[in-house]
């Protein structure tokens, strides 16, 4: 069974960067096919999915985050990062990482991987809550 495990400051200041890991058991990151999302869920507000790394190391972003988040992975500790740069309190949310099992990295589609419910997710961390204020 695959399992994943958040960890990061709870508190960020505004005009920071927010960087959280992700570290996993129970399967490699370079497993073929496996993509290893970040997804936020703001109070009061739906799932959001901010992006995500492919098996080979490809990285996909939701546009609507104009260039701020970038996602990297460890493969010698099977740990992935999210980094999200010039935070404000807007970005203050739970802060979910999870698995999901897509296509070869060329035929991701990104839109429809954006609204795809909870369900059809294989795996999710527990969430950590990450507040953003001075």
């Known amino acids: 069974q695959v399992q994943l495990q958040e960890s990061g400051p709870h508190l960020v200041e505004p005009s920071e960067t927010l960087s959280l890991t992700c570290t996993v058991s129970?399967?490699?990151?370079?497993?073929?096919?496996?993509?290893w999302s970040w997804i936020r869920q703001p109070p009061g507000r739906g799932l959001e999915w901010m992006g995500a790394?492919?098996?080979?190391?490809?990285?996909y972003y939701d546009p609507s985050l104009k260039s701020r988040p970038s996602i990297s992975r460890d493969t010698s500790r099977n740990q992935f990062s999210l980094h999200l740069n010039s935070v404000t309190p807007y970005d203050t949310a739970v802060y979910y990482c999870?698995?999901?099992?897509?296509?070869?990295?060329?035929?991701?589609?990104?839109?429809?991987?954006?609204?795809?419910?909870?369900?059809?997710?294989?795996?999710w961390g527990q969430g950590t809550q990450v507040t953003v204020s001075s």
């Open positions: 999870a698995l999901f099992f897509g296509p070869t990295s060329s035929r991701l589609n990104t839109d429809y991987v954006s609204r795809m419910p909870r369900s059809e997710y294989n795996s």
């Open positions: 129970g399967a490699s990151l370079t497993t073929t096919l496996h993509y």
């Open positions: 790394i492919a098996y080979d190391g490809t990285t």
